[in-house]
């Protein structure tokens, strides 16, 4: 990368051709050891009983997670390849204990996702090493260049997408390509390339946060949703602007979490009218049990915010 930290044109072109770009070094050793270390104390104060939404817009709720999401390295290697107008639609923390069975299926974000253009870009940052043992990213190349596979709902135990999505497609192990990051490295991937990762067999924690970006033109399918402005303008976008972090974990902040997280629960449980009625009836039922982890977690915080 050149000073300013922007990606040179072969990778543009590397990216455009394969899908993905691996090994980007973003973040200095010190910076990823304090970025850990803040992780590790949000973790602690995540409820035991109502973990599932802070795993979500996780910069609207904790510092670390805001400063990595602004963070210059990784902006400038996004606009390079979505232009000067960056939103974030959302950040996944995506941690697996060691020995944890936790998996993701091979599927296409943009089979679910329901953003168009597909001008959205993943960056996958590691706060640990991320190796093939410990469940890294694996992708297939090149298949962000047709049309969208088939995927059908399995909702597996220890699959860690929504409702265990997955292609309808033979995978050929001599084709995938695994991104095994060192802490403070990342990688990209293009919104409609086909990824999974397996479990970890580690003896050490695999934990990274997939921050997805998007251009201003990209627009959103079913119910309205919102997004932070990171750079540039809002422009033409129709998405909700949310306000940047004020103050890690405060109450205003969280309530603010909470709103955007509803909105985006609504349209992630929402049957794209392929399941079956066994798999809808699962899926209604998965939306009703986060929409009442998202009351109760909105209950509590009112409770803090008057006592
Ligand atoms: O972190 C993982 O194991 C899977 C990541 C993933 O599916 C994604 O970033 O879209």
New binding site residues.
């Given amino acids: 990368m050149s000073a300013t930290h922007h990606l040179n044109s072969h990778d543009v072109e590397a990216y455009h051709e394969q899908g993905f770009l691996n090994a980007l070094e973003v973040l200095e050793p010190d910076e990823v050891a304090a970025l850990y270390q803040d992780y590790q104390a949000y973790q602690a104060q995540v409820p035991k009983h109502l973990p599932d939404p802070y795993k979500h817009k996780v910069h609207l709720l904790s510092a670390w997670a805001d400063k990595l999401v602004h963070h210059p390295k990784i902006l400038d290697a996004v606009e390079s390849l979505l232009g000067p107008d960056i939103l974030c639609w959302t950040s996944n923390l ?1 941690a697996k204990a060691p020995g944890d069975a936790a998996f ?1 299926s091979w599927h296409q ?1 943009s089979g679910y996702w329901g953003l168009e253009p597909a001008q959205v870009v ?1 960056a ?1 940052v590691a706060l640990t090493p991320s190796t093939k043992r410990s ?1 890294c ?1 694996q992708v297939l190349p090149k298949t962000h260049l047709g049309e969208d596979y088939a995927h059908r709902d399995t909702f597996k135990k220890d699959n ?1 997408l929504t409702r265990g999505q997955e292609l309808e497609l033979e995978i050929d192990p001599e084709e995938v390509v695994s991104l095994e990051l060192a802490p403070g490295e990342m990688s990209l991937h293009h919104i409609k390339l086909a ?1 999974a ?1 397996g479990a970890n067999e580690a003896d050490a924690p695999r934990v ?1 946060l ?1 921050i997805r970006y998007m251009s201003t033109d990209v627009q959103k399918k079913g119910k309205p949703e919102s997004a932070l402005l990171v750079r540039g303008q809002m422009g033409p976008s129709r998405f909700y602007p949310e306000k940047r972090l004020q103050s890690d974990l405060d109450v205003a902040g969280r309530l603010a979490h909470n709103r955007a997280l509803r909105l985006q629960v609504a349209n992630n449980y929402t049957s794209q009218g392929t399941s079956r009625f066994s798999m809808r009836l699962r899926l209604g039922l998965k939306k009703i049990l986060s929409q009442s982890f998202l009351d109760l977690s909105y209950v509590k915080l009112c409770f803090e915010k008057i006592f």
Avoid: I, K, P
């Fill in positions: 995506l993701v974000d993943t996958w469940g990213v860690m990824h990762s990274g997939a």
